[in-house]
């Protein structure tokens, strides 16, 4: 069983920086991929960026390119999120999330992903 932590969120005026970390404990995380996910009330949970844990290979979601850059330090177990210029629309609860295969999504929406952090608040004031 593979427990996800995150930390990190908070209010932060638009155009400042925040940076989130998920770290994986119970067992060393060997899966496929970990990823940052966020939520607004009302939506369903939408991916924001996705790592492979092996190769570290990354994919954003268009909104975010070129203001987020997610990382991983396998020796750690944690999996970071920087937030540079963050935009009002970027205020959500963000979740890490975990998947042991293949990564899969319907669209934006994650599917079948194995393991999830509690959340963490990120409020971007205009």
């Known amino acids: 069983q593979v427990q996800l932590v995150e930390s990190g969120g908070g209010l932060v005026q638009a155009g400042g920086s925040l940076r989130l970390s998920c770290t994986a404990s119970g067992r060393t995380f060997s899966g496929n991929a970990m990823g940052w996910f966020r939520q607004t009330p009302g939506k369903e949970r939408e991916f924001v960026a996705v790592i492979t844990w092996s190769g570290g290979s990354t994919h954003y979601v268009d909104s975010v390119k070129g203001r987020f850059t997610i990382s991983r330090d396998a020796a750690k177990n944690t999996m970071y999120l920087q937030m540079n210029s963050l935009k009002p629309e970027d205020t959500a609860v963000y979740y890490c999330?975990?998947?042991?295969?293949?990564?899969?999504?319907?669209?934006?929406?994650?599917?079948?992903?194995?393991?999830w952090g509690q959340g963490t608040q990120v409020t971007v004031s205009s």
């Open positions: 999330g975990a998947s042991l295969g293949p990564p899969l999504f319907r669209g934006n929406i994650p599917e079948g992903w194995d393991y």
